[in-house]
């Protein structure tokens, strides 16, 4: 399973880096904690289904596997 960068879900989702922060927190997004620092990650799968399930397309800018 391929692991991102919360910046990457936040242009995945096409929403600011801070409001991706600030829902991961929330468990509004499926993200997790790594490494023990404190910094946020997902799974690029999930983050599909997510936008599957709220019935959102990814930001077209991005394309796969690529990172900001």
Known sequence: ????L???VAKML????DTCRRWAVEGRIPAFRYNGRGQWRAF???I?????TH???P???LK???QQ
């Open 1 to 4: 399973r391929e692991i991102i």
């Open 55 to 57: 019935q959102a397309k």
């Open 64 to 66: 796969e596997g690529e």
């Open 44 to 46: 690029r799968d999930d």
């Open 48 to 52: 599909n289904k997510f936008l599957e």
């Open 59 to 61: 930001n077209p800018d």
């Open 14 to 17: 096409s929403i600011s880096h």
């Open 6 to 8: 919360i910046s990457e």
